[in-house]
């Protein structure tokens, strides 16, 4: 069976700070994605990165990064100089190749103060 | 325009009312799911359908119906509301298996 866990629930950083979101899934195919999505306070849902099993390298866009280990089962993402727009949760989901369905991690909520 | 609608934002319903939630795509995407979220939980996937014909139960699908009604349309039933249904409702669709675009989201509550 197919889990996503996210093991901080919370996490409260000062702006400007650097933060990590923790990201372990389990999964018995060989090909799959992950992904991640940010749910701001005004509750929608957007797509930020997906990543296909195949593809370890690691990516960043602007002050977002992503390091995905497969020896490891993680994919997890890095927020450098947080912001305070940066605050909501955040969802790293794993689908099978066929795209079926998403398996969502409960979710970080991230707090940015200024 | 939203590329994903969802139809109402905000329901507030009462215990055995039938209720239907609409969603709509312009993206031309021949994927559909319904989506609930619990408040510190994850999603779930409620109903998916891979083209017109072809609808499938996801990991919680009982007390929920689902209809899609075009490529662009796919609305989720509850035939019967009870309060533990009170949650965060969203429609996401997705070419093949590539990335799934969320909805707004519907609020629904059930007194």
């Known amino acids: 069976a197919q889990k996503v866990t996210q093991a901080q629930t919370e996490i409260s950083v000062v702006e400007k700070e650097d933060v990590t979101l923790d990201c372990v899934y389990e999964?018995?195919?060989?090909?799959?994605?992950l992904f991640w999505y940010k749910q701001p306070p005004s509750g929608e849902l957007v797509f930020l990165i997906r990543r296909n099993s195949f593809d370890e390298q690691n990516e960043i866009s602007g002050r977002y990064s992503w390091n995905f280990q497969k020896s490891t089962s993680s994919f997890n993402f890095t927020i450098t100089a947080s912001q305070v727009v940066d605050s909501a949760v955040y969802f790293c989901?794993?689908?099978?190749?066929?795209?079926?369905?998403?398996?969502f991690g409960k979710g970080t909520t991230l707090s940015v103060s200024s | 325009d939203a590329d994903v609608t969802q139809t109402p934002r905000n329901r507030i319903t009462k215990t055995g009312k039938r209720i239907m939630l609409e969603c709509s795509q312009t993206k031309g995407h021949d994927r559909m799911y319904w989506y609930r979220q619990d408040p510190g939980l994850g999603l779930q996937l409620i109903y998916y359908s891979f083209d017109v014909k072809d609808i499938n139960k996801g990991e919680i699908s009982d007390g929920y119906s689902v209809s899609r009604q075009a490529q662009a349309k796919f609305s989720l039933s509850l035939e019967s509301a009870i309060p533990n249904q009170t949650a965060l409702y969203f429609c996401a669709t997705s070419q093949g298996a590539d990335t799934q675009y969320f909805g707004p989201g519907t609020r629904l509550t059930v007194l």
């Open positions: 999964t018995r195919d060989t090909t799959y994605y």
């Open positions: 989901a794993l689908s099978d190749w066929a795209g079926t369905a998403l398996i």
